[in-house]
């Protein structure tokens, strides 16, 4: 082992190929404090009891973990359906513009929602419904209708012949179903010629589908649907569409909802980063148990997730901790006999200079995110790497090189 051969990864002892952390493949551990993730677990599990599915949000500014929060959630449900009995699905509502044909309105939402659940699961839905006991010796789609709860009968029952007709079995397409189900015109005759005589042109009547797939979710699983939306302040450009998203998001949020739930992640800091169409008039909120006085309690600020310099001091041993290869790691410690200045831990710094990271980073508050303490490793973790392969010797990262790396920010 020499250091002119390693790459990045065998320097630092890593198992991945440089520093960074990746929302999704590491929803397993939740980076904020604890009093934030208490709060945050708090809010869901208490929603799941009074309202049957989560109805909250997280807010923070850039870097602060929102998409690494939902993605936990994620995990959280899909790892615990007992304690969190909800199937979960994260999408991105940016970019909302309604200047821009279906990039806005709640169909844009709604076709965001149909998405994120995809076909499959569609199929799964529909496939277990039909080995359900009680529904064996019923026709299919009236069986369906009769779980339906939400909109008109004719509503229901062209949602039922949809799904029975283009989902129970593999040897039809489904785009004429996928087009019905996101209100597009339909093509041809297929769909009339199932009995389907409704289309989906309002919000309204596309919200009910969604709550009624929730039913069918329920009924076949006891699992509600939680939407996990990224990048909400998006819905600060809705403007002539407001009646119809904020009324979307009312039927959601009603107590008679209990099977579909979401979460939205928003870039701000308090009450000024909730959308106008969620928060005025305050009908939604009221719905979700809380008022202008304490709105923080359904939507969770994560400004505190690194609150101070032990907080952040604990998130860099955390982050190196998932990022590591301990045997990697070990290696290298013993090949160049670091031992005496680091540990397998730490590599490829020393502790020296992990609180001089965080003595600068914690100079400033729009510093003090993950995002930005993760990149300053990363360059100071480069900065050693590049160094010891021009002097062809191993490079230990100490205050001296993070004062250099970190200049311009001390």
Not at 146 to 156: A, M, P
Request: contains cysteine; negative net charge; glycine residues 8%.
């Amino acid at each position: 082992m020499n250091v002119e051969s390693m790459d990045l990864r065998e320097y630092c002892g890593l198992n991945r190929p440089r520093f960074r952390f990746d929302p999704e493949s590491d929803a397993e551990w939740y980076f904020g404090n604890q009093e934030v993730s208490d709060e945050l677990v708090r809010r869901v599990s208490s929603d799941f009891v009074i309202r049957g599915v989560p109805k909250c949000g997280v807010v923070g500014r850039f870097g602060s973990g929102k998409t690494h929060t939902l993605f936990h959630l994620k995990y959280l449900f899909e790892t615990n359906p007992e304690s969190y009995p909800a199937k979960p699905f994260v999408f991105r509502i940016h970019p909302y513009d309604e200047s821009i044909p279906g990039l806005g309105g709640w169909s844009y939402i709604h076709g965001k929602m149909l998405d994120a659940m995809g076909e499959r699961f569609m199929r799964e839905m529909v496939r277990a419904f039909d080995r359900l006991p009680d529904t064996r010796t019923r026709d299919l789609a009236d069986a369906m209708a009769g779980v339906f709860r939400s909109g008109s009968e004719n509503l229901r029952q062209s949602l039922a012949k949809v799904l029975s007709a283009y989902f129970l079995r593999d040897i039809r397409s489904t785009m004429p179903a996928w087009r019905w189900l996101r209100g597009q015109k339909p093509s041809g005759q297929e769909l009339s010629n199932e009995g389907i005589t409704m289309r989906l042109e309002k919000g309204g009547d596309m919200i009910d589908v969604i709550l009624n797939l929730g039913a069918m979710s329920r009924k076949i699983s006891g699992l509600g649907i939680c939407f996990l939306m990224d990048e909400a302040q998006a819905l600060e450009a809705v403007d002539k569409r407001e009646v119809e998203i904020h009324d979307a998001f009312l039927q959601m949020a009603e107590p008679d909802n209990e099977d579909v739930g979401f979460v939205l992640a928003y870039f701000g800091t308090g009450q000024r980063a909730i959308p106008p169409v969620i928060s005025a008039p305050p009908d939604i909120l009221s719905r979700l148990g809380v008022t202008e006085a304490n709105i923080n309690e359904a939507f969770i600020d994560l400004r505190r997730i690194i609150n101070s310099e032990q907080d952040m001091q604990s998130f860099m041993l955390n982050f190196l901790s998932s990022i590591r290869n301990t045997e990697q790691g070990a290696e290298v410690v013993e090949q160049f006999g670091l031992g005496e200045r680091t540990s397998p831990e730490l590599l490829p710094f020393d502790s020296g200079a992990l609180d001089r990271v965080v003595t600068i980073l914690f100079q400033m508050e729009q510093l003090r995110n993950p995002r930005m303490i993760i990149d300053a490793l990363a360059r100071v973790a480069a900065a050693a790497y590049q160094r010891a392969k021009h002097q062809g010797e191993y490079v230990i990262a100490d205050v001296l090189l993070v004062n250099e790396v970190l200049s311009a920010l001390g």
